[in-house]
């Protein structure tokens, strides 16, 4: 990691929330439609220019999706005054802190009966515990890199799969830290995506849940409503579910392009495309089956786990293979490793 580097986040970070003041204190007292939108696009296009002034990639990744996505999508649900800053809370220091972190407002939470959130309560906490030996496993997973000589192609990638999912959700487990100091309900990140019974599970209920609860809202529920009076409510359905994926992965185009600095090959545009349509796909055999036929989740799991990565290895990885990524992720993980050394042995 570049000195000064730490310097540079927090320029970025206090521009940030110079911006999202400037979204409580003026834009707010705009009437929401049009013309707050209007007004938010100087906002917008901060959020996705700020963090290209980092060069690590921990850090400017996990900024870039924080302000670039979360940021930005929650701001423009606010410009129609919908989604979770609307109503515009009490507090500047609320404001700010849903706006960039997956927090759960009091509506979202009301939305959950009582009896549901006693029962997730336990849950919550063992996927706290769970962290430890996921962090232990990506540790020893790095440190198998150093094999990567020996090792067969499908295993090296096989290990990147298993390496992305564990370091996104360390990471925005990490990101949550502040929400939970300052005493917020939590949305969860993911839910054993391993444990999947289907894509449909997979994508809607276990991966990246702070993604789905914002495409939903301002992707999934427009398009649906929108189509809906042309096509029919079942087809407007299956499009709002391929135009969230469409969605999401320009997105990821724009983090690849922050990783790579290259220009967009697609790919990864293709990978959640595909995935979408294949999602609906199976709603609809799935409708087409009722009662009639269904595979056992035992063996639709495995298989549905395996076309993510198959598809992963096939789409998602070639664009950070063949531009060096790995081998930044890895040098910067060395960097830290070494920091912390050394600052063991200052100590001693």
């Known amino acids: ?31 929401g439609g049009v013309m707050r939108l209007l007004s938010l696009l100087p906002v917008f296009c901060l959020f996705i220019i700020l963090p290209f002034s980092l060069n690590s990639l921990h850090i400017g990744v996990l900024t870039l999706f924080l302000l670039s996505w979360v ?6 649900l606010f410009a129609f005054d919908e989604g979770p800053l609307t109503p515009l809370p009490p507090k500047l220091s609320r404001f700010i802190s849903i706006t960039f972190l997956p927090i759960k407002t009091e509506q979202q939470q009301q939305l959950i009966p009582s009896h549901q959130n006693a029962k997730k309560a336990p849950k919550v906490n063992w996927k706290s515990v769970l962290l430890l030996p996921k962090a232990l496993l990506l540790a020893l997973i790095i440190r198998s890199y150093e ?13 990147y799969s298993i390496h992305l999912y564990l370091a996104v959700e360390i990471i925005l487990a990490l990101a949550a830290v502040p929400a939970r100091a300052c005493g917020f309900e939590l949305e969860p990140q993911f839910d054993e995506p391993y444990l999947a019974s289907s894509l449909q599970d997979f994508w809607g209920r276990r991966w990246n849940l702070m993604v789905t609860s914002i495409l939903r809202p301002t992707v999934y529920t ?14 407007a359905q299956l499009s709002g579910v391929v135009a969230a ?19 967009p090959t697609w790919e990864v545009t293709s990978f959640f495309v595909l995935q979408g349509v294949c999602v609906v796909i199976e709603i609809q055999v799935k409708r087409a089956l009722t009662d009639r036929w269904q595979l056992h989740r035992a063996i639709s799991g495995p298989l549905a786990v395996v076309f993510v990565v198959v598809n992963c290895i096939w789409l998602f990885f070639p664009q950070l293979l063949r531009n060096g990524v ?3 992720l890895l ?9 912390v050394k050394a600052n063991q042995l200052f100590q001693n």
């Not at 940021?71 to 423009?76: A, D, E, V």
């Open 222 to 235: 427009p398009v649906r409503r929108i189509s809906t009076p042309i096509v029919g409510l079942q087809l």
């Open 147 to 159: 094999y990567r000589p020996i090792m067969h192609p499908y295993l090296v990638l096989a290990l």
């Open 245 to 263: 994926f469409l969605v999401s992965g320009l997105m990821h185009e724009v983090i690849f392009y922050y990783c790579t600095h290259v220009y």
């Open 71 to 76: 940021g930005n999508f929650k701001l423009i």
């Open 331 to 339: 040098q910067e993980y060395q960097i830290m490793i070494d920091f």
């Open 326 to 328: 790995i081998e930044r």
């Open 1 to 31: 990691m570049e000195a000064g580097e730490m310097e540079k986040s927090i320029m970025v970070w206090i521009t940030a929330v110079m911006c999202v003041c400037y979204c409580y204190y003026l834009v707010a007292r705009i009437r």
